[in-house]
Structure formats: structure tokens, C-alpha cells
Nanobody
């Protein structure tokens, strides 16, 4: 069982930056691939980024490539999403999720956080 708690969301102007954190409980954090997803009002939840067990490999959605960076600190049981050059279309609730395999489908992830709101103003 893994419990996930996101933090770091807020209001930022377009072009600005935010860093989200996701703290995980449990001693098996390093065994999980960690993913980030987001859901804008009226839209389906979508994949943003994922990082491998060791942190050595990442995979990003085309919409955030070059702007967002995912990393993890297994000693702290925490995964991060650094978001730069934010755009108004990045406004959404951001969720972290855990799974045994790196994948992009929502239904493939076993554990989810409660989400944190990111709002980007023009």
C-alpha cells in the first residue's frame, strides 16, 4: 500500500514556474514508477510525465517536453515535477500516481494522491 500527498500548487502568471512535490508513505517507494497526471475542468485526466524506479529514466508528454522535468529522491520518498514556462493551458489539478511499470494510461496506475491545483493566469 502506498499513500501519496501532493503539494506545491498555486497561482502563477504565464511564463512563471512552480515545483510540485509528492510525498509517499511506505518503505517500497523505490519499487514504484511515479507518474504525474493532470485534469482540467471538463476534460479527461491526462498523462504528463513519469520517472523510473531509480530516477534514471523519464518520459514526458509532448505538450510539456522541454518545459517540465520530473525527478525523484528515493531517500526522501518524494517525487518532484518542476514546471517552467507555464502556459494558461497548463491550468489543472495535478495528481501523482504510483505503478510498477512505466506507462501513460490512467487506468494503469494503482495509487493516487488527492491532487493539487495549479492555476496559470494570462
Amino acid at each position: 500500500q502506498v499513500q501519496l500527498v501532493e503539494s506545491g500548487g498555486g497561482l502563477v502568471q504565464a511564463g512563471g514556474s512552480l515545483r510540485l512535490s509528492c510525498a509517499a508513505s511506505g518503505r517500497t517507494f523505490s519499487m514504484y514508477v511515479m507518474g504525474w497526471f493532470r485534469q482540467a475542468p471538463g476534460k479527461e485526466r491526462e498523462f504528463v510525465s513519469a520517472v523510473s524506479w531509480s530516477g534514471g529514466g523519464t518520459y514526458d508528454a509532448d505538450s510539456v517536453k522541454g518545459r517540465f522535468t520530473t525527478s525523484r529522491d528515493n531517500a526522501k520518498n518524494t517525487v518532484y515535477l518542476q514546471m517552467n514556462s507555464l502556459q494558461t493551458e497548463d491550468t489543472a489539478v495535478y495528481y501523482c500516481a504510483a505503478n510498477r511499470r512505466l506507462q501513460v494510461e490512467v487506468q494503469g496506475y494503482d495509487y493516487w494522491g488527492q491532487g493539487t491545483q495549479v492555476t496559470v493566469s494570462a
